[in-house]
């Protein structure tokens, strides 16, 4: 008798074993799965009112903004539909993304500002990078051609914002350029490789270097503003917009830093810009008012802390340059940017941060900070911000299999 139960005991602990386990989606499979399902609601939406519709982040009235072509922020929900489109390999994300990526279209010929850079890249870029859609190689090359118009070679950058009307003329500004403007190299590169005109590269080569210079303190944080003498080129002060003051470190300016010059170094190899981006990373990640979940302040320096706000779009942005830094460097310091990212992916992935499905108005993160400065956007969802989560998804896809 009890050795008849020990034998189905046995069998029973045998059996369950070969029981196969019940699939728990991996994290990547879940947070695409999760976006996926998300923008899908957004798309039943833009159906059931017969509207193309590309989200930006909330009104003060907490109705969804939506993008005009001509809005800095018009690329990111087109290029979400094409990360979507890469991290699924499914063919209406693919169909969707060309959908959207054309709205904008017509913002290649932009001359008006520095955004071009962001507009243009994150769409078409995206999409020549994976559809090697034809059509939008000359709108890449003629974006870049625009952004170019607004090189000042006596100062050595692109100027970002125009002074004629607006608060950037009132701060009496001749030639402000914002750390920001690092993102917008990435075009001017890729039209380079695109056309075989070397000259975008070399503007982008030298608003590197030269923000390298003007905008960086001892300790490698940034200024969210420099203004340059639009006569002489020399500079003449340090300022910010979007900071908390003009001596701060605004998070978001830290991030676009970072991810400029890592993305600078793989375009030149120079490794004055990878020791650049290794020495920003250090700021940012050494940073005493870096909280432990790595979901950074709006400025490092804001004298509130704890009790602030959070930026999760400077986070993402965060996450995403350190995985492609991470590739660039020796062993320990590539795996300190490896586990950093994937720390700061997996809280953006947390409920603290990453909305229901079918809540936060279709958006996937919540928590994003505009311009605190100008009361606008605060505590809301970013689409940049959702943005750079997928691009730091497909990256961490990558490397997750090396
Ligand atoms: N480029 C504008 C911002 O980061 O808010």
């Known amino acids: 008798m009890k050795r008849a139960l020990v034998f189905f005991v046995t069998a029973f602990v045998a059996l369950a074993a070969c029981q196969p386990k019940k699939a728990t989606p991996n994290f990547i499979q879940e947070n695409t799965q999760f976006a996926a399902n998300q923008i899908d609601l957004e798309f039943k939406k833009m159906d059931s009112l017969g509207v ?40 209406r994300w693919k169909q969707r993304a060309e959908k959207l990526t054309m709205t904008i279209e017509n913002q290649q010929y932009t001359t008006n500002n520095h955004d071009v850079g962001f507009i243009i890249y994150c769409s078409f870029g995206n999409g020549y990078r994976l559809a090697h ?27 970002s914002w125009n002074v004629d009307k607006g608060w950037p003329s009132e701060r009496g500004w001749q030639c402000p350029v914002i750390i920001d403007n690092m993102m917008n190299l990435e075009l001017l590169f890729e039209a380079s490789k695109l056309s075989g005109d070397n000259t975008y590269r070399d503007i982008a080569i030298k608003h590197a270097d030269t923000t390298m210079k003007y905008h960086y303190r001892k300790d490698y944080s940034s200024y969210h503003v420099v203004d340059y003498d639009s006569i002489s080129g020399a500079f003449r002060n340090g300022a910010t917009a979007q900071g908390f003051a003009d001596e701060s ?16 170094y793989r375009e030149t190899k120079d490794p004055r810009y990878l020791e650049q981006a290794k020495q920003i990373a250090k700021f940012m990640l050494d940073h005493p008012r870096l909280p432990k979940d790595m979901i950074p302040y709006w400025d490092f320096d ?25 590739t660039y460097v020796e062993d320990v310091i590539s795996k300190k940017y490896k586990d950093t990212a994937n720390k700061i992916l997996k809280n953006l992935a947390s409920p603290s941060y990453r909305a229901k499905l079918g809540d936060n108005f279709n958006f996937i993160l919540m928590h994003s900070v505009g311009s605190i400065p100008h009361n606008n956007e605060i505590d809301v969802p970013l689409n940049y911000a959702d943005y750079y989560f997928l691009e730091a998804l497909v990256r961490k896809k990558e490397l997750d299999k090396r």
């Open 52 to 91: 193309i519709l590309n989200p930006r982040t909330l009104h003060r009235d907490g109705t969804v903004r939506y993008n005009k072509p001509a809005l800095w922020t018009s690329g990111f929900f087109p290029g979400s539909l094409w990360y979507l489109y890469e991290l699924t390999g499914e063919e």
């Open 133 to 159: 859609i034809p059509e939008y190689k000359q709108i890449i090359i003629n974006a870049a051609k625009s952004l170019s118009t607004r090189f000042r070679p006596q100062v050595g950058c692109i100027q």
């Open 249 to 264: 470190a605004w998070a978001r300016g830290q991030a676009w830093g970072l991810y400029g010059y890592t993305m600078c």
């Open 302 to 326: 804001c004298t509130d802390i704890p009790n602030t706000y959070r930026d999760a779009s400077a986070a993402s942005v965060t996450s995403s340059a350190l995985y492609e830094l991470s």
